[in-house]
C-alpha cells in the first residue's frame, strides 16, 4: 500500500538556521503531496502541496518540490523562526479525495 | 467561515464504556475523514465518508469502532467497550470532495483517555 517516510526528529535548530525535513513516498498511483503543521495546541493546518511532477509548493517561507523520479517532497525553509515550533507531517493522497497517508511527523524546535 | 468543529474537546471514560465522539464539517464540505493520533503511530485513517455513497470502513481498527454521518452533514464515531489502547486524539477533517481539489480542513480534535 501506499506509504510516507519522513526523517525522525526532533531536530533542534537556532534561529535563523536552514532547515530541511526529508520526505520520500511509495504510491501505486499519481498521488497530491502535502505538508502540514501542528502548532503546540492547535490542529493540523495545511501548510503547502503539490499536485503534480515539479510542482513547487510555498506558504510562509517554506518550500517543498514534488520530485517524481526521486519520490520526494522535502520540506525546505532558509531561515527559521521561533515561531515555527512545531510538529510537521508529510502526506500524500492517492487519488482524488481519498484520505491522507501521513508520516510520523518531524517535531521542530527552534531556539532564540 | 467556521471551520471543522469537534466534541468533546477531551472525553475521560473507563475501561469498558461506550463513547461518542462528534464532528461537524464546514457546510457544503461532502467529504468526512476520521483519523486517530496517537504516540508511536502516528496519524491512522479510520474511516470516509463521500457523499450518498457507501463509508470506507478499511481503517477502523476493530469492529467496536463505528461511525455514521447523518444528512450528509454531522458525523459520530463511537467506541463500543473502550480501551485503554483506544486512548488517542480523533481528528476530523472535511474536503470538498471535488476532483482535483482534496485539500482537507482538520477540526482541533478530540483527547480521548481511557482508564
Known amino acids: 500500500g501506499d506509504s510516507v517516510t519522513q526523517m525522525e526528529g526532533p531536530v533542534t535548530l537556532s534561529e535563523e538556521a536552514f532547515l530541511t525535513i526529508n520526505c520520500t513516498y511509495t504510491?501505486?498511483?499519481?498521488?497530491?503531496l502535502f505538508w502540514y503543521v501542528q502548532y503546540p495546541g492547535e490542529g493540523l493546518q495545511l501548510l503547502l502541496k503539490?499536485?503534480?511532477?515539479?510542482d513547487k509548493g510555498s506558504n510562509k517561507g517554506f518550500e517543498a518540490t514534488y520530485r517524481k523520479e526521486t519520490t520526494s517532497f522535502h520540506l525546505e525553509k532558509g531561515s527559521v523562526q521561533v515561531s515555527d515550533s512545531a510538529v510537521y507531517f508529510c502526506?500524500?493522497?492517492?487519488?482524488?479525495?481519498?484520505?491522507?497517508?501521513f508520516g510520523k511527523g518531524t517535531r521542530l524546535s527552534v531556539i532564540a | 467561515g467556521a471551520g471543522v468543529s469537534q466534541s468533546p474537546s477531551n472525553k475521560v471514560t473507563e475501561k469498558g464504556k461506550d463513547v461518542e465522539l462528534r464532528c461537524d464539517p464546514i457546510?457544503?464540505?461532502?467529504?468526512l475523514y476520521w483519523y486517530r493520533q496517537s504516540l508511536g503511530q502516528g496519524l491512522e485513517f479510520l474511516i470516509y465518508?463521500?457523499?450518498?455513497?457507501?463509508?470506507?470502513k478499511s481503517g477502523l481498527p476493530s469492529d467496536r469502532f463505528s461511525a455514521e454521518r447523518t444528512g450528509g452533514s454531522v458525523s459520530t464515531l463511537t467506541i463500543q467497550r473502550t480501551q485503554q489502547e483506544d486512548s488517542a486524539v480523533y481528528l476530523c477533517?472535511?474536503?470538498?470532495?471535488?476532483?482535483?481539489?482534496?485539500?482537507?480542513?482538520f477540526g482541533p480534535g478530540t483527547r480521548l483517555t481511557v482508564l
Open positions: 477533517a472535511s474536503s470538498l470532495g471535488r476532483a482535483g481539489n482534496n485539500e482537507q480542513f
Open positions: 504510491a501505486t498511483g499519481y498521488p497530491s
Open positions: 503539490a499536485t503534480k511532477a515539479d
Open positions: 502526506a500524500l493522497s492517492d487519488l482524488g479525495n481519498t484520505p491522507l497517508v
Open positions: 457546510s457544503g464540505h461532502t467529504a
Open positions: 465518508f463521500q457523499g450518498n455513497s457507501a463509508p470506507d
